[in-house]
């Protein structure tokens, strides 16, 4: 994954993590739904969503949640885990819509925000608490939420 | 108000369904969310890893290996609530606690349950909050993650058009 390892006593309350920047497209949104196998028309059908007081098909708020799960692990490195993890969809966000068959319109790039919260130890497990969120293209975090890992310690 | 007909499934659990983590669904699933650590799709990295082998990205469970057999308890608490004229349906947000790692080949088996249902005053008036608890165990029937689901449900502003 990374060359580099971060330890738990490399991290104080505050640190902020690199920003991960993300793009969906009409067609990962589509890639995405028959990858978990969850079909609801809300992500793709135009007319189904706009029924659900929607402008257009929506981005699935779990590929959200995925976007932060890789935005953790990606920054935990090979030897953290990720404990737990939670976000909140409060707000919606749409897809790109597509110029060619592969390429989106320019348009909104989301970014995975987080810093740390909270560390302490417990039993020989040396934990980080996180707090995250997608932010859309106009810096509005659509999808905060936080996390809890484990880093190997130095000590 | 919660619709008197919900209120029955709090509580309830609907039967567990099988579901196998294949390494092609792992690959796909980490490839849709734009993930492309190898070990989730290098057998040769993953072996060297702590993990031993290719394991799945926490939050990934697999495909169910039949459907879904019918679930009596969520659809008809979604039924119940959809009936009492609240058709807007979102999810409102999803929480995993994370026991052992989803290795490939690993069959697990997910429990869902209906958690609760309460009401919410929401800017477009009354709405129903249904939370749903999943439990993941392995083939050896250790405890791999819980999942908790929060779906809104609201009556659509504009009810020219009714829906069902």
Redesign the interface.
């Known amino acids: 994954?990374l060359g580099h390892q971060v330890f738990w006593e490399d991290v104080e309350v505050g640190t902020k993590l690199p920003p991960l920047p993300?793009i969906v497209d009409s067609v990962?949104a589509v890639?995405?739904v028959?990858?978990?196998?969850g079909f609801n028309p809300l992500m793709y059908e135009e007319e189904f969503a706009k029924?659900?007081?929607m402008k257009g098909p929506i981005v699935h708020?779990?590929?959200k949640?995925?976007?932060l799960?890789?935005f953790v692990?990606?920054w935990i490195g090979?030897?953290g885990?990720?404990?737990?993890?939670?976000?909140?969809?409060r707000g919606v966000d749409y897809p790109r819509r597509m110029k060619t068959m592969t390429e989106p319109q320019d348009g909104e790039t989301w970014f995975c925000k987080g810093k740390v919260t909270d560390k302490y130890v417990n039993g020989e497990d040396h934990f980080i608490v996180l707090e995250i969120g997608v932010e859309n293209g106009s810096g509005v975090v659509t999808t905060p939420?936080d996390a809890v890992v484990v880093l190997p310690s130095r000590g | 108000m919660i619709p008197e007909e919900a209120k029955q499934f709090i509580g309830r659990t609907d039967p567990p369904h099988v579901r196998e983590v294949e390494a092609g669904?792992i690959r796909?699933?980490a490839?849709?969310?734009?993930?492309d650590?190898?070990?989730y799709r290098d057998r040769e990295q993953a072996r060297k890893?702590?993990y031993g082998d290719i394991v799945a990205?926490?939050?990934?469970f697999g495909?169910?290996i039949k459907p879904v057999p019918e679930l009596e308890a969520i659809m008809g608490l979604m039924s119940a609530v959809i009936n009492a004229g609240y058709h807007?349906?979102?999810?409102?947000?999803?929480?995993?606690?994370?026991f052992l790692p989803v290795r490939v080949g690993d069959i697990l088996i997910a429990s869902p349950k209906v958690a609760d249902v309460t009401e919410k005053e929401g800017k477009s008036g009354t709405m129903i909050v249904c939370s749903f608890e999943t439990t993941y165990l392995n083939q050896n029937g250790d405890p791999i993650a819980k999942s908790?689901q929060k779906v809104i449900c609201s009556k659509?502003?504009?009810t020219g058009?009714e829906?069902c």
């Open positions: 994954m993300k990962t890639k995405w028959g990858a978990i196998g029924s659900q007081g708020g779990l590929l949640l995925a976007w799960v890789h692990t990606n090979d030897e885990t990720l404990k737990k993890i939670s976000c909140e969809y939420g | 669904a796909r699933y490839d849709a969310a734009g993930d650590n190898p070990l890893s702590k990205p926490p939050g990934f495909w169910p807007r349906i979102l999810d409102a947000g999803m929480s995993f606690e994370f908790y659509p502003r504009n058009v829906k």
